[in-house]
């Protein structure tokens, strides 16, 4: 039996903006209060992308900041591309499910061109 791979997404803008919080720079005085000193650089990362590495001080700290669980911030997920992707058609013979429907580019012809 294969385990689940599992991912998350993550809500800081989300729950700032519940909060009042509309600009990424509003966290860096509550963060320096915590003793946590980052750059307008990092938090704006740190809000605006998801962290593929988090500290665990600064996970307290936004919790304590914006006082909120971690299931406010972190929802897991299950990891994309996990769902088996339907087999593509070989060339000609796509299906309609694929987003475009019944419109597909008239085969170009070449006219004019001895051989």
Not at 45 to 58: A, F, H, N, Y
């Amino acid at each position: 039996m294969m385990a689940a791979k599992l991912d998350y997404d993550w809500h800081l803008r989300k729950v700032m903006a519940d909060r009042g919080m509309f600009s990424t720079t509003d966290l860096l005085p509550a963060l320096k209060e915590r003793g946590i000193s980052l750059s307008s650089s990092q938090v704006y990362r740190l809000v605006v992308e998801r962290p593929d590495g988090l500290s665990l001080k600064i996970l307290m700290a936004l919790l304590d900041i914006l006082n909120c669980t971690m299931d406010d911030l972190i929802e897991p997920i299950a990891k994309a591309g996990t769902a088996k992707k339907p087999k593509k058609a070989a060339a000609g013979g796509a299906t309609t499910s694929e987003g475009v429907g019944e419109l597909r580019p008239r085969r170009a012809g070449i006219t004019g061109v001895e051989r």
